[in-house]
C-alpha cells in the first residue's frame, strides 16, 4: 500500500495545511531510520485532464516537509495531490497519468503511511491523521457516507462535507458527477452538488436538528471529510470510517451488501 | 535472505491478536468494539455509536446499544444499555452513566432480539459487526464537539459477557 495526500481551499477562510514527517508513524522501535524521499505537487485544473507540476519539495535538513494551501493559489475546491516520490525520480512537469506514491512502509505495522492534515480558521484549528491510499485513485467506484460527525452541535455551528476525489488512471474528458445529500430515512435527496475527477466537493450545511442524514454518489468514490466551524474560535475536522469499517471480518462483502442496499434505495 | 527473515520476524513480533489477514480465515462469533475515552472533569463527552444491522440493511432495526465503562485504573464500574432503531446512536456521557467517574474509558456492542437473529441468520452469519463510532468533547457549553472517531485497540464481548 501506497498513499496520495492532498491540499485543497474549502473555502470561508480556512486554511489547509499538510505536515509530512521523514520518519514512518507506527512503525517498531527496532526500525527508527529515516525514509529519503520528496514530494511532487500536482495539480489538475477544472476542466483539463492533464496533471500539472506546481512545486517539487524535499526535507532540506529538517525531519518535516510542512505545505500549505496558500502557498498554491488554488480556487475553492481545487485540489493539490502529494506524491511522496524517490529523491532520485525526475517528475515530469505534464502528466496523464499520476506516477505512483512511493511505499514509506519500513515494516509490517497495519497502519497506513499518514500524514497530519491541519484545517485552521483565525485562532482556531484542528487535525487528523490521513492519506488517499493510491489503490483507491484506480477504481471510479461509488461512495457513501453518514452524518455522526454533525450530530449534537449548537444552531450557530456550520459544518462543511468535504469529498476528496483522486482519479490517477487516464482521462478523456471531465465528466459532471452529482453527489446527494438526503434524508436517510425518507430516502429523499436534500440538495444536490457537482463535481468532476480529481477536486473536492464541498457542501456547506447549516444545523439539521436530528435529522439522520446520508451523502452519496453512484458515480465516484471518494474521501468524505467534516469541518465544524464557527466564525470566532471553534473548528473541529475529522474524517468518517468508510463503510468497510463496521465490519471485523468479510469487509469487503459486508461493505457491497450494505452499500448496495443504500444505493437501490437512494434516488 | 536476511532482509526476508527480518521482516518474517517483524510480522510475528508485530502481528495484532486479530489481523486483516485472519479476519479472512477465521470467522468472530461476536462484536468487536474500540476503546473509547471520557473525561467529565470540567469537559463534557458525546458518543456516537453504529446500529450497525440496520445500517447494513439500510433499514432502521431496534438494537440494545451495551455500553461497559471502566475507571481510570481499567476495573469495570458500570454497564449502561439503551434501545434505539436510529442508524446513529447518540450518548451525552454523564457522571450518573459512567459511575460517578470523572475519565476512563469505555466500549459499545450492541445487541439485537432473538427474532432479529433468526430472522437475519443468513447474513449475521457471514458477517461480525466492529465498532468504531466516533466521541466528542468540548469544556463550553456554547462551543461546538471536537469529534475523534475510534481509534483504540479492539475489545471483544464475548458469549459468556467477559471483556477481553
Redesign the interface.
Known amino acids: 500500500m501506497s498513499e496520495y495526500f492532498f491540499l485543497t481551499n474549502v473555502g470561508n477562510e480556512i486554511i489547509n495545511t499538510i505536515n509530512l514527517s521523514k520518519f514512518t508513524s507506527n512503525r517498531l522501535s527496532s526500525l527508527n531510520k529515516e525514509i529519503r524521499f520528496k514530494v511532487g505537487v500536482y495539480i489538475q485544473k477544472h476542466d483539463d485532464i492533464k496533471w500539472q507540476k506546481i512545486d517539487e519539495v524535499g526535507f532540506n535538513n529538517t525531519n518535516n516537509i510542512k505545505l500549505c494551501s496558500t502557498d498554491y493559489r488554488l480556487a475553492l475546491g481545487q485540489l493539490a495531490v502529494i506524491i511522496p516520490s524517490n529523491i532520485e525520480m525526475v517528475l515530469n512537469d505534464f502528466y496523464d497519468v499520476l506516477p505512483s506514491p512511493l511505499s514509506r512502509k519500513i515494516d509490517f505495522s497495519p497502519v497506513a503511511e499518514r500524514a497530519a492534515i491541519y484545517f485552521e480558521k483565525g485562532k482556531a484549528f484542528s487535525s487528523y491523521q490521513g492519506e488517499f491510499p493510491h489503490q483507491m485513485s484506480c477504481f471510479k467506484g461509488s461512495f457513501l457516507t453518514f452524518d455522526p460527525l454533525m450530530k449534537s452541535q449548537n444552531s450557530s455551528i456550520k459544518t462543511k462535507m468535504i469529498l476528496i476525489n483522486i482519479h490517477t488512471k487516464k482521462l478523456n474528458k471531465k465528466e459532471i458527477f452529482t453527489l446527494n445529500m438526503a434524508n436517510s430515512l425518507s430516502n429523499k435527496i436534500i440538495l444536490s452538488k457537482d463535481y468532476v475527477h480529481n477536486s473536492a466537493c464541498i457542501v456547506d450545511i447549516q444545523s439539521f436538528n436530528d435529522e439522520e442524514l446520508c451523502f452519496y454518489s453512484k458515480d465516484t468514490l471518494g474521501i468524505p471529510i467534516f469541518i465544524s466551524y464557527d466564525e470566532d474560535r471553534y473548528l473541529s475536522v475529522e474524517h468518517n470510517h468508510p463503510p468497510s469499517e463496521y465490519f471485523y471480518n468479510n469487509k469487503i462483502d459486508g461493505q457491497k451488501i450494505l452499500k448496495h442496499n443504500w444505493l437501490s434505495k437512494l434516488p | 535472505m536476511k532482509n526476508l527473515i527480518q ?1 518474517l520476524r ?2 510475528n ?4 491478536p ?3 489477514a485472519l ?2 480465515l ?3 462469533d461476536s ?2 468494539s474500540d476503546l473509547f475515552t471520557y473525561i467529565l472533569d470540567d469537559y463534557e463527552t ?1 458518543f ?1 455509536g ?1 446500529n ?1 444491522l440496520a ?6 432495526i431496534e438494537c440494545v446499544h451495551i455500553f461497559h465503562f471502566f475507571d481510570k485504573s481499567g476495573s469495570l464500574i458500570n454497564v449502561h444499555e439503551t434501545k434505539s432503531s ?3 446512536f ?1 450518548l ?1 456521557i454523564t457522571k450518573y452513566i459512567s459511575g460517578g467517574s470523572k475519565f476512563g474509558s469505555f466500549t459499545h456492542h450492541i445487541r439485537y432480539s432473538n427474532i432479529i437473529m433468526i430472522q437475519y441468520k443468513k ?1 449475521l452469519d ?5 465498532h ?1 463510532g ?1 466521541t ?1 468533547y468540548r469544556n463550553n457549553l ?9 481509534n483504540f485497540v ?1 475489545c471483544i464481548f464475548l458469549k459468556i459477557k467477559k471483556i477481553n
Open positions: 521482516k517483524n510480522f513480533i508485530n502481528s495484532r486479530h489481523s486483516f479476519t479472512k477465521k470467522q468472530i462484536d468487536i458525546i456516537i453504529e450497525s445500517l447494513m440493511l439500510a433499514s432502521p436510529d442508524f446513529h447518540k451525552l447474513l457471514e458477517v461480525s459487526f466492529q468504531r466516533y466528542g456554547n462551543s461546538g464537539f471536537s469529534y475523534v472517531h475510534g479492539e
